[in-house]
């Protein structure tokens, strides 16, 4: 039937959501996959490759053309899930060879998995089918299917943490089913944040792991290769873990793909997406490059060392995902124009989405109380110091101002005064950040939150034009 998706992750999801799995089985099945081979359906078991001499590959291959005959009986986990008892390797061989695909088949592995599922692990299949929990459909995979020999709390809690960051970018967002890797119905801001997202689901992964491997691998076969040249798993790889989330996302048109900083920094200049400003702020989904030798005067210019993609910005705190950090994917937080920041390479996501940003709501209408005061009718949902935020004030005095006895007790269509606070406006500029104007404007920047409870945002993003209520 074909499987829907760009990414790997994102067939997986919808093959196994197309199957009747909850949105938290799919992922708690998807976090032991994971677990087991990085999603990699041509894994061979990491300790086996040098034992058997085969890489990944070249045992796929052997196996599938008959030079390698020991497949059922070697004892080395293969495929999505790491099959490695002989009975259940002979039977996923007897699978492809009747479907006519070869064993290392991303579909034909899912098939044969579901197959599994439904024939010899019904109570296990019931629970990814009801499950209401992540850890729920994670532990029953672990300890039912996977069965491997080391099924601790830790174990449970780290492929539990795999299954909930699939979870978070699949079960709430539209899942895209787009040749061009766009995002159904998604803002910009929408597709920046779930790009990033894509980085953050690989935090923890180690060097020499398969779920390493598999970065690697997927660099190494995605064509063309850039230089012709094919990395390896002793490489550093900070730029080829990059290039791999914008494989992955079906995102190779607005991101160039290199394993080198430096080149990849040539390649966005070409594409005039490269931001020299060392102390731009930057977007969810930006490229971030570092150069460490950096002596922190003026603009950097020098060679880059380093590449990540901001996972977040914060006030003046970037949150930056990277591949080859301590030998690992880790997080760094620096500050805005921060000391070895490089420049930015900036992906043109308005080309993936494919609706327009949504204006923030504005605060429901007061109506016009005396001596300059508003009032304030109570909606579904709303507490006093939410009210407070709205206006530039705190609940104390609200409460104080209304006679209220307990600030925490307010009720639906209940009138709030609002006392004149000097509330003023500004007018978003070109160029304009939350944090620059509450710098600017309130002689503060860390204040931006306060802009942002005020005016009821619910991300950084804002737009030429728009007006916002400033706090005294």
Known sequence: MGLIGEATPEKIWNFLKSKGLSSCGAAGLMGNLYAESGLNPQNLQNSYEKKLGHTDASYTVAVDN????????????????????????????????????????????LGFLMKELTEGYKATLSVLKSAQTVIAASNAVLTQFERPADQSDTVKTKRAGYGQKYYDQYAAGAVSNKKNGGTSNM??????????????????????????????????????????YKVTYSDAWCATFGSKIAIEAGYTDIIPTECSCDRQ?????????????????PEPGDYIYYDWDDNGAGDCTGSSDHVGVVESCNGNTITVVEGNKSNAVGRRALEVNGRYIRGYGVPDFSKKATSEPAKPAAPAQPAQGTAGEQVYTVQRGDTLSGIAAKYGTTYQKLASYNGIANPNVISVGQKIKIPGNGVHTYTVKNGDSLWAIAAKQLGDGSRYNEIKTMNGLTSNTIYAGQTLKLPA
């Open 265 to 281: 920094i040539k390649l966005w200049q070409q594409m005039g997406r490269w931001c020299e400003n060392d102390a731009k702020v």
């Open 66 to 109: 008959g030079s390698y005959g020991n497949f059922a009986r070697d004892g080395a986990g293969y495929g999505l899930a790491q099959w490695t008892y002989h009975t259940r390797k002979a039977a996923l061989l007897e699978y492809a060879k009747a479907a006519g695909k070869s064993i290392g088949d991303l579909e034909t592995q």
């Open 187 to 228: 803002n910009v801001s929408e597709v920046r944040k779930k790009f990033a997202a894509r980085a953050a689901a690989y935090v923890g992964v180690k060097e020499g792991t398969a779920a390493h491997h598999a970065i690697i691998d997927a660099y190494n076969n995605h064509k063309p290769l850039a230089q012709g």
